[in-house]
């Protein structure tokens, strides 16, 4: 729902409605609207810690074959799977605005954290740099009328993962 209407269309009537549920029902499992939505962030960061932790681990493990299985990734996320990447950072940031969404937002970046353990990095730094580039290359990707290829994020991918392993 949120791919197709954004956050702002999320509320327990629609959600009911597209669910094909009364409307009791989500008010029964999410008493409030940001029980809802955090809700909707850990799915959300479950998912994306899951994939991310398996580009980082190709990337890390299988040197330049993996890089070009990221930047493929980051294509899809770009291109196919462009609305669901919208929604997606929708939800993390309607977080700044909402500090009782704050946690759930988190989730991703602490699973993921909890995952990757670098040797010499027990603090996540290298880790969260990482992540970052991955969001700027995104956000960048989400905001051009004309998505990028993997051919053309590879030597981007390549450079900010160049001392992984």
């Excluded at 549920?21 to 809700?39: C, I, K, M």
């Excluded at 940031?93 to 009782?100: G, I, Q, S, T, V």
């Excluded at 602490?110 to 740099?129: A, C, I, K, Y």
């Amino acid at each position: 729902m949120i791919e197709r209407d954004g956050v702002a269309g999320v509320t327990h009537r629609t959600v009911a409605a597209e669910a094909g549920v009364p409307t009791t029902s989500t008010t029964y499992h999410f008493a409030t609207l940001d029980d809802l939505l955090s809700g909707a962030l850990v799915w959300s960061a479950e998912q994306c810690a899951s994939e991310v932790y398996w580009m980082i681990d190709r990337a890390r493990t299988k040197g330049s074959r993996g890089v070009n299985e990221l930047a493929e990734l980051l294509a899809d996320w770009l291109g196919p799977r462009r609305r669901r990447a919208i929604a997606e950072y929708e939800l993390y940031l309607l977080a700044a605005r909402r500090p009782e969404l704050r946690p759930a937002a988190r989730r991703w970046l602490d699973v993921l954290t909890s995952m990757v353990r670098q040797p010499g990095d027990e603090s996540g730094v290298q880790l969260r740099t990482y992540l970052a580039g991955v969001d700027g290359l995104l956000m960048q990707g989400l905001i051009d009328d004309e998505p990028p290829t993997a051919e053309q994020l590879r030597p981007v991918v390549r450079f900010m993962f160049r001392d992984l392993g």
